[in-house]
C-alpha cells in the first residue's frame, strides 16, 4: 500500500506525531510511505499569476508542472494520514495551505454537468489524528477534511484518532494517549483485515 502521511506537527516531540507514527509502526513496514513535513515545504499561500497558470494548465489537464507535485501524490496515495495538532478549533494554517496546493480540478476532482463534485482520487482511507489541550466540543478541523475527502475526492472512510485533555490541570497525558493508541490498534486490525 501507498501511505501518504502528511504531518502538520510543530514541536520535535508533538503527541499528534507521535501518535501517527505508532500507527505507522503497528501498519508494518511492508508499505511505502511517504512523508510530508509541512512546516519544512514551505508552501506558499496562492498567489494570483500562480493560481491562473495553475488553472489554465489544469485545464488542459496538463500536470507536469511542479506546481501539481502535492497534488499528485494526493490523488495516487492508496492510504492517507494526517496528523494535525487541535489549534483554534481546527488545525495549524500549513494544512490549508496543504489543502489549497492539492484540491487541483481534474486531478483530484472534477465537476459532472449539475455541478457535483466528482472524486478522482486512488485512496480509500483518511486517517486524521489530533491531540487537544481542552476538549474537542467544536471541531471544524477533522469535519472539515473528512467533509472535503468524501464530497470532493472520492475518499469513502474517514477515521478521526483523538486524544483531548492533555493541557488541563492535572492532565493524565499518558493515560489519554494510551487510549488513542489502543483505537488504533483496534483500526489498524480493521485496515489490514481489508487490504
Ligand atoms: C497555537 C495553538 C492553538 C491551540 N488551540 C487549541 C484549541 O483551540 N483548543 C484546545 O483544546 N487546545 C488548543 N491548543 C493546545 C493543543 O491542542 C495541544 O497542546 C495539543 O496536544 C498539541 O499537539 P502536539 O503535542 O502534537 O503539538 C492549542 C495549542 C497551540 C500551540
Same mark, same amino acid.
Given at each position: ?14 503527541? *499528534? ?52 507535485? &502535492?497534488?499528485?501524490? &494526493? ?42 463534485? !466528482? ?6 482511507? !483518511?486517517? &486524521? ?17 473528512? *467533509?472535503?475527502?468524501?464530497? &470532493? ?43
Amino acid at each position: 500500500m501507498n501511505i501518504l502521511y502528511v504531518d502538520a506537527s510543530l514541536y520535535e516531540d508533538s503527541r *499528534t506525531k507521535g501518535l501517527a507514527e505508532y500507527m505507522l509502526s503497528k501498519l508494518g513496514n511492508e508499505h511505502n510511505v511517504k512523508k510530508i513535513k509541512l512546516t519544512e515545504e514551505n508552501i506558499p499561500p496562492l498567489d494570483i499569476e500562480t493560481l491562473i497558470r495553475r488553472t489554465n494548465l489544469a485545464d488542459e489537464m496538463n500536470f507536469d508542472d511542479p506546481v501539481f507535485y &502535492y497534488a499528485k501524490d &494526493y490523488t495516487n496515495a492508496d492510504m492517507i494520514l494526517i496528523a494535525a495538532p487541535f489549534w483554534d478549533l481546527s488545525f495549524p494554517a500549513v494544512l490549508k495551505l496543504y489543502i489549497e496546493a492539492i484540491n487541483i480540478p481534474n486531478l483530484v476532482f472534477k465537476y459532472d454537468e449539475e455541478g457535483n463534485a !466528482i472524486g478522482l482520487c486512488q485512496a480509500d482511507r !483518511i486517517v &486524521y489524528i489530533t491531540t487537544a489541550g481542552g476538549k474537542i466540543d467544536n471541531e471544524y478541523g477533522y469535519e472539515y477534511i473528512k *467533509t472535503l475527502a468524501k464530497k &470532493y475526492h472520492g475518499i469513502k472512510h474517514c477515521d478521526k484518532i483523538q486524544a483531548e485533555n492533555l493541557d488541563i490541570i492535572n492532565a493524565k497525558v499518558e493515560e489519554e494517549l494510551a487510549k488513542a493508541r489502543k483505537k488504533i490498534d483496534n483500526l489498524v486490525e480493521n485496515i489490514k483485515k481489508n487490504i
